[in-house]
C-alpha cells in the first residue's frame, strides 16, 4: 500500500494526526519562546549541557556517566558554533511533538480517530509535561521515545516483524536518554511474549543486535571518561539498594507520594513562583482534573465489569483456570505485602509473572485489545514500583507514567458511549464527550502556558553574576572558581566551575574541599545571609542573595 492508498483508507485519522500535529507545534512555539527568556533554572540540565561540550570537545562536563544521547545531540551543533541554550529548547519541542504524535498513533490502533486525538491531547498537555516538555530536562525526550519503542513493537507483531530493526534501537536510545527508560522493555516483552505465536525470532535478535551497535560508541566514549563500560551499573546498584543521602532535596520515604498528586500532574492551576511550577504538588488539581479522573474510574470499572461478565460464560473452566487463577491471587497478595519492604526488582519479577499469568488465564475470552491493555497496565505499574520504592521522589518523574493514565482515560471515553439512554435517538455519546473535553482541554492549557512566567530572578542573577566577574575581576577566565551552583557556572563562563555546596549536616567536608581546591573565587547563590569563609574576603553582593568570595 502506498502513501495515497494510505491516507485515503484512513482520511479521518490522518486528519486528526494533522489537527494534531498544528496543536502541539502551537503549543511548542509559545513554550520555547517563553523557555528562551526564562533560561536554564535546573540543576541538572546544565550537567548534560556540559557533557555536551565535553562531546564537543571542550572537556567541561565531569559526569560523563549520565546518560550520553541527548548531550551527543547537542554536541553535533556545539561543534557547529551554535553553543546556545536555545537549541537544547528546540530538540526537547521536536522530541515533544513527536510523543504526541506517537501516542495518538499507538491509541489509534484500538480506539476511533476522535477518542485517540482526546487521549493523545490528555498525555500532551497534562501539567508535567507542559511544564518540563522544553525546559532541556530528559524526561519528555525519554518518554516520546519510550512511546515511539513500543508503538512500533506494537506494529512488528500486528503487520510486519522487520519493523523490529527500528524497534529496539529506538528502546536502546530511550535508554540512553533516561537510564531509567530501560524498564521500558517490560512492556515491550509483554507484546513479544504474548503475542508469541506471530513473532519471529530472527527478526527480534537482528532488531537486538541493531540495538547494541547504537550502544558501542557510547560505550566506548563510558571507557575513556569513566574507566567503565557500563556506569549505570552502579546507579542501578544504589537504586535497588537506596542508597541515598537524607541531604538530597528530593529524599522522600512515603510510598504513597505518587498517588497524592496524580490530580496535580493531570491538571492543576499554575504558580506564580517557577520553582513552584515545575513541582506540581504544590498547586491545585483543576476540575478538569477531577473530570478525567472521574473518566478513568469509570473505564476502570465498566472493563472489569465486562471482563468478568465474559469470565462467567465459560462454562469448562477446568484445573488449570482455577490454578492460573489462585496464582494471580498469590501474586497479588505477594506484590502488596512485600510492597516497600523489598528491592523494587524484585517486585518487577513477580509483576511479569503475574501478567503473563493473567494473559494464560483470560486468553480464552478472545478480547481483541488484550494485549494492548496488559502493555499499559505493567507500563505503569512497573515504572510506579520503581519510582515510589525508590527513596528520593521528584514529581517529573511520574511523566513515565503519563501515557498509561491517558490510555486508561481514553479507555473511559470509548466506555461511555456504551451508555443506553432512555430515548429514541442513537446519540454518540464519546463523541459529544470527546469535543467537549478537547475544548475544556484546549482552553485550560492556552490559561496555562499564558500564565508561566517569562523571566526567573534565579536564572538571572546567575547571569549578573557571571557578567559581574568578567567585567570587574582581571583575568577571570583564569583563575579558578568554586561555587554552590557549579554546573550553572561551568555554562556561562564556559569554563570547569567547581561544585563546592555547603550543608549544616556537611560543612566539615565543605571547608575541607575548599581547602584543598583552594578557589581564587566562590559564588554562593541563592542565600539570605552570608557566611564566613576562613582566608576569604566578600567582594560582591548580586540581587541581596548572591554572594562573591575571593581568596585573601
Known amino acids: 500500500m502506498n502513501i495515497k492508498e494510505y491516507i485515503n483508507k484512513n482520511d479521518l485519522s490522518c486528519k486528526y494526526f494533522l489537527i494534531l500535529l498544528c496543536i502541539l507545534s502551537s503549543f511548542t512555539y509559545i513554550l520555547i519562546s517563553k523557555q528562551i527568556n526564562i533560561g536554564i533554572y535546573y540543576w541538572d540540565i546544565f550537567l548534560y549541557l556540559n557533557n555536551g561540550l565535553t562531546f564537543a570537545g571542550n572537556r567541561l562536563g565531569d559526569t560523563m556517566y549520565l546518560s550520553p544521547f541527548l548531550s551527543f545531540l547537542y554536541s553535533i551543533f556545539f561543534r557547529i558554533g551554535f553553543i546556545n541554550e536555545i537549541i537544547i529548547f528546540i530538540i526537547c519541542g521536536i522530541f515533544y511533538i513527536l510523543g504526541g504524535l506517537g501516542f495518538y498513533l499507538l491509541l489509534n490502533m484500538r480506539f476511533k480517530p476522535l477518542e485517540s486525538l482526546v487521549g493523545a491531547l490528555i498525555y500532551s498537555t497534562s501539567t508535567i509535561i507542559i511544564i518540563w516538555s522544553v525546559t532541556g530536562a530528559l524526561d519528555v525526550p525519554a518518554i516520546s521515545l519510550c512511546i515511539w519503542a513500543v508503538y512500533l513493537t506494537l506494529l512488528s507483531v500486528k503487520k510486519d516483524s522487520r519493523i523490529f530493526y527500528i524497534s529496539f534501537p529506538i528502546a536502546m536510545l530511550a535508554f540512553l536518554t533516561r537510564f531509567t527508560s530501560g524498564l521500558i522493555l517490560l512492556p515491550i516483552l509483554v507484546i513479544i511474549l504474548v503475542n508469541y505465536e506471530r513473532i519471529n525470532l530472527k527478526n527480534i535478535i537482528k532488531g537486538v543486535f ?30 535497588v539498594s537506596g542508597s541515598v543521602s537524607t541531604v538530597n532535596p528530593g529524599f522522600n520515604l512515603d510510598l504513597t507520594y505518587y498517588l497524592k498528586f496524580i490530580p496535580n500532574y493531570i491538571s492543576s492551576f499554575s504558580m506564580p513562583n517557577y520553582t513552584d511550577i515545575i513541582t ?86 478472545e478480547m481483541k485489545y488484550l494485549d494492548l491493555d496488559l502493555t499499559f ?50 446519540y454518540n455519546i464519546s463523541k459529544i464527550v470527546s469535543i467537549f473535553l478537547i475544548v475544556c482541554i484546549l482552553f485550560s492549557t492556552s490559561i496555562y502556558i499564558s500564565s508561566i512566567p517569562t523571566e526567573v530572578p534565579e536564572v538571572m542573577i546567575e547571569k549578573t553574576t557571571t557578567l559581574w566577574l568578567i567585567n570587574n575581576e582581571a583575568n577571570i577566565l583564569d583563575k579558578k572558581i568554586a561555587s554552590d551552583r557549579g554546573p550553572a557556572f561551568t555554562w556561562y563562563f564556559k569554563k570547569y566551575i567547581f561544585t563546592r555546596v555547603y550543608h549544616n549536616e556537611t560543612k566539615e567536608s565543605f571547608y ?41
Not at 401 to 420: C, D, R, S, V
Not at 523 to 549: D, H, L, M, R
Open 512 to 552: 575541607d574541599l575548599m581547602i584543598n581546591t583552594k578557589p581564587d573565587y566562590y559564588i554562593q547563590t541563592n542565600k539570605t545571609n552570608p557566611f564566613n569563609i576562613e582566608n576569604y574576603t566578600k567582594i560582591a553582593t548580586i540581587n541581596g542573595s548572591t554572594y562573591i568570595y575571593k581568596l585573601n
Open 210 to 239: 541493531i540495538g547494541c551497535l547504537i550502544y558501542l560508541p557510547f560505550m566506548y566514549n563510558f571507557y575513556l571518561n569513566t574507566g567503565s563500560l557500563f556506569p549505570f551499573i552502579k546507579q542501578f546498584d544504589n537504586s
Open 280 to 365: 506540581p504538588n504544590k498547586s491545585t488539581a483543576t476540575i478538569l482534573s477531577f473530570i478525567l479522573l472521574a473518566i478513568l474510574i469509570f473505564g476502570l470499572i465498566s472493563y472489569i465489569y465486562k471482563f468478568t461478565k465474559r469470565l462467567n460464560k465459560i462454562k469448562h473452566k477446568g484445573k488449570n483456570f482455577y490454578l492460573l487463577n489462585a496464582t494471580s491471587v498469590t501474586i497479588i497478595g505477594i506484590l502488596a505485602f512485600t510492597y516497600g519492604h523489598i528491592p523494587y526488582i524484585y517486585s518487577e519479577l513477580f509483576l511479569i509473572l503475574l501478567i503473563l499469568t493473567i494473559h494464560i488465564l483470560f486468553k480464552k475470552l
Open 377 to 426: 497496565i505493567i507500563w505503569f505499574l512497573s515504572f510506579f514500583i520503581m519510582h515510589s520504592i525508590h527513596s528520593v521522589k521528584v514529581d517529573r518523574y511520574f511523566i513515565t507514567m503519563i501515557p498509561p493514565i491517558a490510555y486508561t482515560i481514553t479507555l473511559g471515553i470509548q466506555e461511555i458511549n456504551n451508555i443506553k439512554l432512555p430515548t429514541k435517538e442513537n
